[in-house]
C-alpha cells in the first residue's frame, strides 16, 4: 500500500516540541558573536515634512555603536515599485530624508551592544516633523487633494481594467448594487520579522531572515543592494508563521546587511509586536462595489465588481492583488456578463501585501455577497440561487469571461455536499422556528461556494527544482526550493520520495531555505508548494529509480527492463525472483546516486469548495458566535489528510477572524490604533468552534500527483460563509448587508437601523 | 542584582538587570530558546512557562521575582530518559503544531489547564487556552491534542520532579 493519501505524523515534530525550532532570533551562530542589536526609529506621524534628526543624545547612551539616518545611506538607491506598470515616482527610501509617509516608516537605526539599550536609546533619537494631512482611506486618495508623492502627481499607483459599458446591465429584471468593505487586517504572523547578517573576510555576506523564499529574497537584496547574487548566502531558518506577510524580503532586511558591512560587525534585529503591527505588511484593504442583474426566477445574467485597493504608502505586492480579484471575480458562476476594474491607491498608512488568499478571498467574499443580495431580492434561497447558476461539473478546460482557465471543477456536488453534511432543510426549520417565536438567539445560515486559483505561476513562471540523493548508509537528501513555515514538507515530500524508493521517511532528510545548498526556488506561497514543488520531488524520484535501474542492471548483469523496484529492500529486484537486487545505498557506495530535476506544470489549478456556516446572533446585543463550521475543500488528490487538514483548520479561523473580529483601525490623522495585540482582535480559541470536514477530491492533470493547492482554502471559502451567516441571522429584521467585521456594535446598529430606529 | 533560580531542575546564580523580564532571562542568559516571544502586552501566551507549578507569561514576570523559585520551560518537559510528556505527545499526534512558534508555550499552557482540571471538555480546554494565541492550527488540532493528552491520566498535568530532569 502506498505511503501517499496516509496520516503521516511530522518528522518535524519532535525536536519542535522537545527543543523548540530555532528562529532567526534563537540563532546562536559563530558567525553572529559580537553581534549589534538594530532598533528602528520609526515615524509617529503619518505624514508630514522631515524637518531634522538629532541623534547626539542617543549616541552618548550607554551601549550606542552607531545612529544611522538617511545622510548614512545615501549610497542607496531609493527601492523602485516592484510592478513596471506602477507610478514609478513612487519610490521607496531606506531612510526617510524629507517626507514620512506612514506611522512606522524607518527614520533611523540605533546599533547596540544589548538588545535593552536599543530601546531606551531610540528613545532618545529627536525627529522634527512638519504635519501634512493625512491620507486615510481609499476616497481621500483617490480625491488627490494630498499627495503622498507629489512628482508622482497623483495618488492613483496602477490602474486595471475599463469601466462597464453603459448598457451592461439592461434586460435584467432585477438590479441590485452594494459598496462593501474587505477590511484591512495584520497577518500577525506569532513570529515577527528578524535578520542577522555577518560579512565573511571573502567578501559575501550571510543573512538568515525569516521569510517565505530565500532565493527570492536574495534576489532582492543583489537588486537593492547592488550587488552579485552570489556574493550573498541568504538562509531562512524556521520560520514562526507567515501567511504571505513574509513572502520575499523587507528593506529592513537588507538594511541589515549593509549595516554590517557599515560598522564591520554583525548586526541582528528582531522586532516586537507594536513594531511588527505597524512595520510589517497588511492584508486585504479593498473597497468594492458590486452590482449584479438577472431575472427573477434566479438566473443572473450580469454581474460588475469595481475595486479601490488601498495599496498604504509604498508599493508592494498589494498593489497588484486587485488582478486576481479581477481574475477571479466571476468564481464558480456561468454568468453570461462579467465585468471587473480596479485601482490601486497610496495611503499614509502600512504598505499592503498578500494575506492567505491574496486577492482570491476579495472575490469571492464579492460575489458571494452579492449572490446573496440577489437572493434577498428575489425572495429566492440562497442555495437555490446558486445552484441555478452554478457552472455545471466540467472535466475539461473551461476560460471563464474574465480569461481564467479553470483545469476541471463540481461546484455543485461540492454545495451538496456541505448542504447534507449540515443538515440544511432541518436548519432552515430551525431557524423559522426561532424567527416565529421572536428569540433573542436568532440562527443565520451563511454558504460560500469558491473557485480559487493556486500555483498561479504555473506556466509562467520558474517551475520548482528539487534534487534527491540516496546515500550509501541508506538514507536518503532532498533538496526543495519550496520553503516551509508550517506546512511540513519534510514529512510530505519524504513522503513523495518514500513512496518511490522504499526508504523510510525518518531517514529522508529535506534541505530547503539555504541559497548556497539550493540555488533556484520559488518558494512557499500561492498555494503552490506541493503542486510544483512536491511535484518535482516525484519527478526526481522517477529520474532517480531510473539511473539506478541502468547502474543495476550493470552490476547485476540483467536487462534493465527486468529490474523493478522492491520497496521493501529499497532498491531494485529482478522481476520474479525475489531476493535478487541491488539496494539504492549499494549503488549509491558504487558511486554517487544523484538527481536534479526541475517541473513546472502546464498551467494553474483551480481547488473548489463549498461552506455552509451556522451562527447564533444575539440581536439584543448583537453578538454573533459561530455554532458550526462544515467545509467541502477539494484539493484534488491529497498527500496527507493529517497535513491537509491542519492548513484548511488555519485557513478557516483566519476567515472567522476577517468575518467577525479582526480590523487594522486608523484614526483620522493616520494614527494606528490596533498596534498591539491588546487592541488587535486576534481571534482565540474561545472564538471559534472544532470544524466539520467533508471530503472530497477531484484530481487535477497539470501534475503527477493529482495535487491542486490546499493552504489558503480555508480564508476563501469561510469568510463569506460567516459573513453571509451572521447577515441571513437578523436578515428577517430587514437586515440586508452589514460589512466586515461583523461586530456587535455593526449588527447592533445594522438591526436598528432596519427597524426604523437610529 | 543577584538571583537563584531553578531552571528545569538545574539551580543556577546569575547577576542580572532588575529590569531584566523573565523570558528574556531565560532566553539570553540560561540559552533556552524554546520559549518564544510574541507580543509585548501579555496578548499571545508564546512565552508561557511553568513557575512554582503555575502557568505563567514569562514576558510578564521580572527575572528578579522568580527568584528562589522552580521554572520549567518546554526544554526540561520530556523525561529524563528523553520521553515526552504525554501533553508533548499528544500535540504530535494530533498535529497539534505547525510553524511551532506558539508551540513551547501552548503546551506548557495545555499542561497547566490539565493541572487544574484532569477531565476537561472541549469547552473548557478552549477557556483554559485563551491566552494563548496561534495563527496556524485554528485551534481545532490543539483541542484535540489536550483533550487526547488527558487520556493519560494526571501525568498529563504534571511537571517533571525538578532533580529528575535531564540536563
Known sequence: MSILGTRVVRTEDPLFLTRGATYTDDLADDRLVGALHATFVRSTVAHGRLLSVDASAALEAPGVVAVVTAEDVADLVPIPPPFPFVNRAMTRPWLASDRVRFVGDPIAVVLTEERYQGEDAAEMVAVDVDPLPAVVGTAAAASDEVLLFPEAGTNVMASFGQPAPADFFDGCEVVVTQPMVNQRVAPVPLESRAAAAAWGEDGRVTVWCTNQGAQQARGQFGDWLKMDPDLIHLITPDVGGGFGAKIGADPEYALIAWLARHVGRPVRWAENRSENLIGMLHGRAQDQVVTIGGRRDGTIEAYSLVVDQDCGSYPRIGTVLPTLTMLMASGVYGFPRVHAQARALATTTTSIGAYRGAGRPEATSALERAVDLFAAEIGMDPAEVRRKNLLPAFSEPHTTPMGATYDNGDYTTALDRALDAAGYAELRAEQARRRERGDARQLGIGMSVYVEITGADNGAGTGEAASLEVHPDGTATVLTGTSPHGQGHATAWAMIASDQLGIPVERITVVHGDTDRVPQGGGTMGSRSLQQGGAAVHQAAGELVELARQRAAEKLEVDPEDLVVDLGLAGLAVRGTPGTGVTFAELAGDEQLLVQTHFTAAAPTFPFGAHVVVVEVDVESGKAEVARLIAVDDAGTILNPLLAEGQRHGGYAQGVAQALLEEVLYDEDGNPTTSTLADYPFISATELPSFELVEMATPTPMNALGAKGIGEAGTIGATPAVQNAVIDAVAHLGVRHIDMPTTPMRVFRAVQQAQGGN | ?167
Do not use: W
Open chain 2, 1 to 167: 542584582m543577584q538571583i537563584s533560580i531553578t531552571v528545569n531542575g538545574q539551580q543556577r546564580t546569575d547577576e542580572v538587570e532588575p529590569r531584566l523580564l523573565l523570558a528574556h532571562y531565560l532566553r539570553e542568559v540560561c540559552g533556552l530558546k524554546a520559549t518564544n516571544i510574541g507580543c509585548d502586552t501579555t496578548s499571545c501566551g508564546a512565552c508561557t512557562v511553568i513557575v512554582d507549578g503555575l502557568s505563567v507569561k514569562s514576558c510578564t514576570v521580572l527575572a528578579a521575582q522568580a527568584d528562589g523559585g522552580q521554572v520549567t520551560t518546554l526544554e526540561g518537559l520530556a523525561g529524563p530518559d528523553g520521553e515526552m510528556h504525554p501533553v508533548q505527545q499528544a500535540f504530535r499526534e494530533e498535529h497539534g503544531l505547525q510553524c511551532g512558534f506558539c508551540t513551547p508555550g501552548m503546551v506548557m499552557a495545555a499542561v497547566g489547564v490539565l493541572a487544574d482540571n484532569p477531565d476537561p471538555t472541549d469547552r473548557e480546554i478552549r477557556e483554559g487556552l485563551e491566552g494563548n494565541l496561534c495563527r496556524c492550527t485554528g485551534y481545532h488540532n490543539i483541542v484535540r491534542a489536550v483533550r487526547s493528552a488527558a487520556q493519560a491520566g494526571p501525568a498529563a498535568g504534571q511537571v517533571p520532579q525538578a532533580q529528575e530532569v535531564a540536563r
